[in-house]
């Protein structure tokens, strides 16, 4: 069946709002205008609590349960309301879609002196120091949840890089031996780091841990399929392991779409053919095409609008 996705949330949505509530007021108009499946945004705690949309990910496990970065409640409401909001959605025979960022931490509890090399800002494959010690905020301990879901204890061992004094630092540790992690996207030299803790997904421990994390939410929330976000920054060996192994436990199939922000079309069908095409990727070459379309109006040839595309 043709899939319609409908992005129920934009960035600027405010903190004010209730978007879960919002979301299950209108699944029925979603229905009935041919909607197959709703995209919510990222429904865990983010480390600036309300005031971010959730892409600076703190913790998975909180929903909007527990008093952690300054408020129970997500930007978009509280655990209840989501679960409500998804309901109200099935029962309007719509699938959902859950935003899911694992690429990167953001927030954490404690310090750690921890071995690291510097990097230079535009090619992170060139080393500009020797290995040395600094402070960095890398031992996740969620005092506020207090191990319920998980003890799993997120410190410097589970990430690749950090970025200190507004410096890139790739660490040093028995799992990156001093290298970042092979990635599909090779701007900057290589781009693993992208923000905040980078995971490192070479650590099984880690690789295990998410693989939890994916049974409990599904367990817990019901979803239908995932939106993955920065999919060029993990490498491409991650997510199929981790999609099978949902597949394989809920015995169905999990849909999902990957965000890969580039326009080369060869870097997108190359990801694919990596990934065995157990992922879609939105298309950006498309997106764009649009956009200069919208831009032209009516000396725009309408006939070249699928060149260089996915979808041709």
Known sequence: MNQTIFQFFHWYYSPEGNLW????????????????????????????????????????????????????????????????????????????????????????????????MAVAEENRMEKISEEFRVDAHTRFTFPGRQGMYSQFIWDWHCFTGVCESGEIHLITSEHTKGEWDDVPENEHGNFDYLMGCDVEFRNQAVVEELKRWGKWYVETTGVDGFRLDAVKHISSDFYPEWIHYLNETFQRHFFCIGEYWKTDLEHLLGYLDSTHHMIQLFDVPLHFNFHEASRQGGDYDLRQIFDGTLLQ
């Open 21 to 116: 509530q919002h979301a299950a007021d209108q699944a029925g108009r979603m229905a009935e205008l041919g909607i197959t499946q709703m995209w919510l945004p990222p429904a865990y705690k983010s480390a600036l609590g309300e005031n971010e949309p959730g892409y600076a990910v703190y913790d998975l496990y909180d929903l909007g349960e527990f008093d952690q970065k300054g408020s129970v409640r997500t930007r978009y409401g509280t655990k209840e309301e989501y679960l409500a909001c998804i309901k109200a959605i099935h029962e309007h025979k719509m699938g959902v879609l859950a935003d899911i960022v694992l690429n990167h931490r953001c927030g954490a509890d404690e310090v750690e002196s921890i071995p690291v």
